[in-house]
């Protein structure tokens, strides 16, 4: 049966008459493992997809967040971006799995989220003729990482296609730098196979969502080659 992802435990066998037929597969994390992750659900913040329990009061405008409101309050950004919807909160175990799969380089780990990832997709994305855009790596980052995880989490939906009309250019880490500078600042990401999202609604994936400021990058070069709408399914809202 193997040993569990994340924790290595072995997995206990429960080969059913679905495994038999080829109809389920097993999950490849422990039952623990993945109780320990904290499903976002309930009542969301219309356009970030926040619990809205987690919204204070005070930060609600009719159905969006504060940060949501301020981004559809600047010019720059307003109805640039329809939706985002994530999978997960950034809990404590979520914060060790997360680090395992992105800063050392566990690329198996994807398979762990793969019956949640694709449940919420179901859920948000599935009556849609979307096209799926994974939110690049830049060249040297993929370098040093050997995998792209937002192009992974977009392989948890085969058999849809997945599509790249977009690159970054390596840059500065962004992480310290304060949300406005940011927009104001060069554009990282480039379109480089417009055909791709000409006229298309898109579905960016990436594997988490804390400010909104990547997400609203992509979207923006998107929107000039001609994508329609954009909304954007990440693994985790921090
Ligand atoms: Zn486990
Ligand atoms: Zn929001």
């Not at 493992?33 to 499903?39: E, I, M, R, T």
Request: overall charge neutral.
């Amino acid at each position: 049966m193997g040993n569990c992802l994340v924790c290595h435990e072995e997995l206990a066998s429960s080969y059913g008459w679905g495994d038999l037929l080829g109809l389920s597969k097993s999950d490849p994390i422990c039952v623990s493992c993945d109780n320990a992750f904290q499903k976002i659900c309930g009542k969301l913040c219309r356009i970030c997809g926040r619990e809205w329990d987690e919204v204070p009061v005070e930060n609600h405008h009719g159905d969006i967040c504060f940060d949501c409101h301020r981004w559809e309050s600047e010019t720059e950004t307003a109805d640039l971006f329809k939706m985002n919807r994530s999978v997960f909160s950034y809990n404590e175990h979520m914060k060790e799995v997360f680090a395992l799969y992105k800063f050392r380089g566990d690329a198996i780990l994807a398979q762990a989220f793969h019956k949640h990832f694709r449940e919420t997709y179901e859920k948000y994305f599935k009556k849609e003729q979307l096209t799926l855009v994974p939110i690049p790596l830049g060249a040297e980052r993929l370098y040093e990482r050997g995998f792209n995880q937002s192009l992974l989490l977009a392989g948890l939906l085969a058999p849809l296609k997945v599509d790249e009309p977009l690159n970054k250019k390596d840059s500065v880490k962004q992480s310290k730098k304060v949300r406005r500078d940011r927009l104001q600042q060069e554009n990282f990401f480039y379109v480089t196979e417009p055909q791709m999202v000409s006229g298309e609604n898109v579905l960016l994936i990436d594997d988490i969502y804390t400010t909104g400021t990547t997400i609203r990058m992509a979207a923006k070069v998107l929107k000039k080659a001609g994508a329609r709408d954009i909304s954007s399914l990440t693994l985790i809202r921090s």
